[in-house]
């Protein structure tokens, strides 16, 4: 039974078993943490999983007890035996019926009360066949499911802001079709990968890729059974590490500004194409599971306040751009600062982050600061019986940029009213732990835990290595130091001896060339 005391998202989660997918990935284990660790009472947390790099889904039950997410749990004490409460179920949402076999799909339909369906391909490269298979009918495949649970009580999809990214002004509302899905669903299933590529084009419109296209079909998957059941979508920008729980900065993900903060504390990525005066669209992955939560609950609330009648279809932005805008002119100087002030001991030079505001501009100081560098380095590597990586990865993000300029160079903005309301809404209880109002954060120190989070959880440098990180950047910053003297006295010696200039004359010339250098 509830505790009477318990507040109203944890009385409606206590002793109820949710469905997961997409719960390797990092929304899903943080639902799984925050779940675990704040609503004590919860039934079954039943995880869609499958076989990936010769693991079964045993092993990587095992993997997922062992993510640094949990690390929190033995600060708190909390006993291991709450590890029980996760149950798997062998399946993929790329299979029909999502690969799950009739037995523990009974269990499912005897015994599931909420679904959080986050299971995605967010690689804005692939195919339309496989992001058709894997966010369309993969969506497909979990409402049909939810057609046959008997107890369902609530969906929440996790959809994402970009679906809509054909406009700059975006709402909280379900948008037109950009086609008919059964039309998109029989081309990727009939056509060759290159005869969809040809077609790609008109099919998309006004879609950057595959992935926004057909996750905007997606949410239609979900609308069509909203008057069937309890129905919301969550919409997220680029999630980012965690503001506060479970630890302030946390991330397993190297994508957004977790990736490029890896790269630059290594003084491997040196140049950004990126407008530092427009909003870049940022959100904590524990705001984003806070309202994955939240939402859950209130459509529920919503049904049983409508005499058991499910409400409209509820859709929400987890934004911060119409809110709580960040501009990374505000914070530039101040990261490099923190990348000094939490460096790495694996660095290889002096991290030196800048950004570029066009992609001609980046080009050449990519082949200035990233090839160049990254050849010779790759060479020491290799010759030092390594496996040299470095040009590989500076051609994959040459390669893509292309298709990124859009995300790098758009503004967007996106109305996030529905949250706040929500956010006001909730008992104050839940308001404190399951918070999704962004308005006390404070972009500085965010970014600094977050520094701190990726030279923790993705360099996997432990804090007692710090002392000598440092000693080694300010070796570094020697080292950089006399290699830009050295570069402007080679540019200085070759004024003198190409155009026969004096010594002061050729002196000139290092202004220029420092004005020119610092523009790439």
């Not at 010769?54 to 006993?79: H, M, P, W, Y």
């Not at 649970?149 to 950009?178: D, F, G, Q």
């Amino acid at each position: 039974m509830a505790d009477n005391l318990a507040s109203p998202i944890k009385a409606f989660y206590t002793g109820k078993n949710v469905f997961i997918t997409g719960a390797t990935g990092f929304v899903g284990v943080t639902i799984v943490e925050k779940l675990l660790r704040d609503i004590p009472e919860i039934g079954t947390i039943y995880l869609l999983m499958r076989p990936k790099k010769g693991k079964t889904v045993a092993q990587r039950l095992e993997d997922i007890r062992k993510n640094s997410v949990f690390d929190k749990f033995k600060e708190l004490k909390i006993d291991e035996k709450r590890f029980d409460k996760i149950v798997p179920i062998e399946g993929d949402v790329g299979q029909e019926h999502l690969g799950i076999s009739e037995t523990e799909r009974q269990v499912l339909i005897d015994n599931v009360h909420v679904v959080f369906h986050s299971a995605a391909t967010l690689d804005f490269f692939q195919s339309l066949k496989e992001t058709t298979n894997i966010n369309l009918l993969g969506t497909r495949r979990v409402v049909e499911l939810c057609k046959q649970l008997s107890k369902l009580e609530a969906i929440v999809h996790v959809s994402s802001a970009y679906v809509n990214s054909y406009i700059t002004e975006v709402e909280e509302k379900l948008y037109p079709s950009p086609d008919d899905p059964e039309k998109v669903i029989h081309l990727a299933e009939t056509l060759s990968d290159e005869a969809l590529k040809e077609l790609e084009p008109k099919l998309l419109k006004d879609h950057p890729n595959t992935y926004t296209f057909t996750k905007h079909l997606a949410e239609h998957e979900v609308a069509n059974v909203a008057s069937r059941f309890p129905c919301g979508i969550v919409r997220p920008s680029m999630i980012t590490a965690a503001w506060k729980q479970p630890t302030p900065g946390w991330t397993i993900s190297k994508n957004g500004p977790q990736g490029f903060f890896m790269g630059a504390s290594r003084g491997i990525l040196r140049r950004l194409p990126l407008d530092p005066t427009i909003i870049m669209d940022y959100i904590p992955v524990d705001v984003v599971v806070n309202a994955i939560i939240a939402t859950g609950y209130y459509v529920n609330a919503l049904k049983v306040k409508n005499a058991g009648k499910p409400a409209e279809l509820q859709i929400f932005h987890l934004t911060s751009s119409t809110y709580k805008p960040f501009r990374f002119e505000f914070l530039i100087n101040k990261i490099n600062a923190f990348l000094h002030e939490y460096p790495l001991v694996s660095a290889v030079w002096y991290p030196n982050l800048k950004l570029v505001k066009s992609l001609f501009l980046f080009r050449l100081g990519a082949i200035l600061f990233h090839f160049i560098p990254g050849f010779f380095l790759d060479l020491v590597t290799k010759l030092s019986g390594g496996r040299p990586i470095l040009i590989r990865l500076h051609k994959s993000v040459w390669n893509s940029l292309n298709t990124l300029e859009k995300f790098i160079f758009t503004e967007w903005h996106y109305d996030s009213k529905h949250t706040l309301a929500l956010s006001k809404q909730l008992d104050p209880r839940d308001r404190e732990t399951f918070f999704i109002d962004i308005g006390d954060l404070a972009w500085d120190d965010y970014f600094l835990n977050t520094i701190m989070g990726v030279r923790q959880y993705l360099s996997k440098e432990s804090p007692k290595t710090l002392s000598a990180a440092r000693k080694k950047d300010k070796i570094l910053l020697a080292l950089h130091v006399a290699l830009q003297l050295a570069f402007y006295y080679g540019i200085w010696k070759l004024a003198i001896f190409a155009f026969g200039l004096s010594n002061a004359k050729a002196a000139l010339i290092l202004p220029v060339a420092y004005f020119l250098f610092g523009l790439i």
